[in-house]
Nanobody, 119 residues
Framework: QVQLVESGGGLVQAGGSLRLSCAAS?????MGWFRQAPGKEREIVAA????????YYKDSVKGRFTISRDNAKNTVYLQMNSLKPEDTAVYYC???????????????WGQGTQVTVSS
């Protein structure tokens, strides 16, 4: 069983930046960041493999968000720059066996952290 704890959410103005962190209680393989806005489905934002550093990004965040990981700390990060109001959502960290853009392939989830971008 792996526990995931997110941190770093908050309120920021459009154009600003936030850095999310997700600390895992043990070794994990692929890690992903998802988000869910009110009334919408949970969607992938970015994902990273634990070995090799392969990454995946949702088209709308490419060039603005960067996912990275520190294997020694069992921690994954999401650097979010040039934030837009449409980025407002609860952001969830997830862990799975392989890099994927599907939420169904991730077995472990954090509790979520709110990101609010004001216009």
């Amino acid at each position: 069983q792996v526990q995931l704890v997110e941190s770093g959410g908050g309120l920021v103005q459009a154009g600003g930046s936030l850095r999310l962190s997700c600390a895992a209680s043990g070794r994990t393989y692929a890690m992903g960041w998802f988000r869910q806005a009110p009334g919408k489905e949970r969607e992938i934002v970015a994902a990273i493999s634990w070995i090799g550093g392969n990454t995946y990004y949702k088209d709308s965040v490419k060039g603005r968000f960067t996912i990275s990981r520190d294997n020694a700390k069992n921690t994954v990060y999401l650097q979010m720059n040039s934030l837009k109001p449409e980025d407002t959502a609860v952001y969830y960290c997830a862990a799975g066996q392989s890099l994927s853009d599907s939420r169904w392939t991730y077995s472990y989830w954090g509790q979520g952290t709110q990101v609010t971008v004001s216009s």
